[in-house]
């Protein structure tokens, strides 16, 4: 089966730790990208990937870092600079940066206790 | 103000009736719009993709876009149980430019 894998699926951090989500897409896609939703807000931007070895900062990058080193895979950090890191964090890819139809990942739920 | 507005709803409809969902938005320069559908404690999933102004139509879903009012809609006739989830709406201005969503709008669609 083709898709996106997110784990973990919950996950608990206290205060000042960092913490690294995972995400993985066996679809051969180029683009890969970060949101975070909130209750009742659109999904927002954290970062994103066009191609291995490359990411750009999204509309709220702020406390968070990322990595590609491969092009199956798109961690995502927080760090403790984040100063409300309690959200539902998707991730998400596409054929291409140049193509709109985005697939998302199941969610990981993070919350900061 | 929200660049993507939506309405959070909930929508309460009985089984067999048809589900209108909106959103409205501000920039002119959105060409490209989507409807996501995402069940509690899901990712969201792609249901509709369609291209400046008109009517696209995929089974039970209609999306219409019109442009002049900036205003999108979409219509899930014959609506069932399982359609009760949260409706999230997005546009860009281009390929390759990021996408904007609106908060989502969720329905209860009642047996």
């Known amino acids: 089966d083709g898709g996106i894998t997110q784990s973990p699926k919950y996950l608990f951090r206290k205060e000042g730790q960092n913490v690294t989500l995972s995400c993985e897409q066996n679809?051969?896609?180029?683009?890969m990208y970060w949101y975070r939703q909130d209750p009742g807000q659109g999904l927002r931007l954290i970062y994103y990937s066009q191609i291995v070895n490359d990411f750009q900062k999204g509309d709220i990058a702020e406390g968070y870092s990322v990595s590609r080193e491969k092009k199956e895979s798109f961690p995502l950090t927080v760090t403790s600079a984040q100063k409300n890191p309690t959200a539902f964090y998707l991730c998400?890819?596409?054929?291409?940066?140049?193509?709109?139809?985005?697939?998302f990942g199941p969610g990981t739920r993070l919350t900061v206790l | 103000q929200k660049e993507v507005e939506q309405d959070p709803g909930p929508l309460s409809v009985p089984e067999g009736a048809i589900v209108s969902l909106n959103c409205t938005y501000s920039?002119?320069?959105?060409?490209?719009f989507m409807w996501y559908r995402q069940y509690s404690r899901k990712g969201p999933e792609l249901l509709m993709y369609t291209y400046s102004s008109g009517n696209k139509e995929d089974g039970r879903f209609t999306a219409q876009v019109d442009k002049s009012s900036k205003y999108i809609s979409l219509f899930i006739r014959d609506s069932q149980p399982s359609d009760s989830a949260t409706y999230l709406c997005a546009m860009s201005r281009a390929a390759g430019n990021k996408l904007t969503f609106g908060g989502g709008t969720r329905v209860l669609v009642k047996p």
């Open positions: 679809l051969n896609h180029d683009a």
């Open positions: 920039n002119s320069a959105f060409q490209y």
């Open positions: 998400a890819s596409s054929i291409g940066f140049s193509y709109n139809e985005q697939f």
